[in-house]
């Protein structure tokens, strides 16, 4: 099966390649979701901070 | 589509279609993975390479697919202003990029036992690497251009002059004298495969397009989550 006909050499890089440059992207997207959905946080949470400390009108 | 404009309202139909999406994508591909490798036969002339089959096709469908989506998501950008429509483009763009390469390269690693070389400049390997550069180039304007309503405009034109490369790649095999042979599934007459080679092949395609719905509203989130930071960051700066 390894063999796969003496093509293994072919067959399974091209597997191994479509894995890795799909598994690649959904990595970085989920990366890029958390980090911007973080980024977010700390802003909201730095707006809520800086209205409770301001003089009420 | 009106109903996708709301931003929060589409997040709220994202988180609900996600979890489907990422669970029809890995029960296809698990399937298909076990049937493309281990159940369908050896092909009488391309033995296993045959095999590579199963993941250069769909892959070279949802390279033009992904396209046809930019193209059709940048059209409504800039005909109707839907506000989510530039970030489904954007957000599409190295997701077919992804697809792209990967049909590029299991397209050498088929080539190369089957017609003694990696790579033969005729018309449909040369419109596909076109469609790789597009890809790249739309990426790359998103990043060069600061304001994001120009970066979109910009991207949008770009998008909507290459998809005249998506009908040559798919006609190239016939309209030109090409190595790479002519369609076998989406033709007159339907398909010319066996089903034993055919159903791991549409059971791939399938997982591949899950698969492409499922990245597609992962990244949109984070889309959606990165123009809201930019908005932030407006209204404090101004403050």
Same mark, same amino acid.
């Given at each position: ?57 | ?105 299991? *397209? ?37 251009? &600061? &304001? ?25 095999? &016939? ?31 399938? *997982? ?32």
């Amino acid at each position: 099966m390894l063999d796969m006909g003496g093509y293994g050499l072919f067959v399974w890089p091209a597997y191994a390649i479509t894995a890795v440059v799909l598994v690649g992207i959904l990595w970085a997207s989920l990366r890029d979701g958390r980090r911007q959905r973080g980024l977010m946080d700390v802003l909201n949470a730095e707006r809520r901070a800086r209205r409770r400390m301001e003089p009420e009108a | 589509m009106q109903r996708f404009a709301n931003p929060t309202r589409f997040l709220k139909i994202a988180d609900s279609v996600l979890p489907w999406a990422g669970g029809v994508a890995a029960v296809a591909l698990a399937v298909g993975l076990v049937l493309a490798l281990f159940v369908s036969p050896a092909d009488y002339q391309q033995g296993d390479t045959v095999r590579i089959m199963f993941v250069h096709v769909p892959a070279a469908w949802m390279a033009m697919f992904t396209y046809t989506f930019m193209a059709v998501a940048s059209a409504v950008g800039l005909i109707w202003k839907h506000p989510l429509a530039d970030l489904a483009a954007k957000s599409a763009a190295p997701i077919g990029a992804g697809f792209t390469l990967i049909a590029l390269v299991t *397209g050498c690693l088929w080539g190369q036992p089957m017609w003694g070389t990696w790579w033969v400049w005729d018309a449909r390997l040369t419109s596909v690497l076109v469609l790789f550069f597009l890809y790249l180039g739309y990426i790359a304007l998103w990043q060069a251009i &600061d &304001d994001p309503t120009r970066a979109a405009k910009a991207a949008a034109i770009l998008a909507l002059v290459g998809f005249v490369n998506v009908p040559i790649i798919k006609f190239s095999v &016939d309209w030109w004298n090409t190595l790479h042979q002519p369609a076998s599934v989406l033709k007159m007459g339907g398909p010319s495969i066996h089903p034993s080679m055919l159903w791991p092949l549409l059971i791939m395609a399938l *997982g591949f397009k899950a698969y492409f719905v499922s990245v597609l509203l992962v990244r949109l989130r984070a889309e959606i989550a990165a123009r809201r930071v930019r908005s932030l960051r407006l209204v404090d700066a101004h403050d």
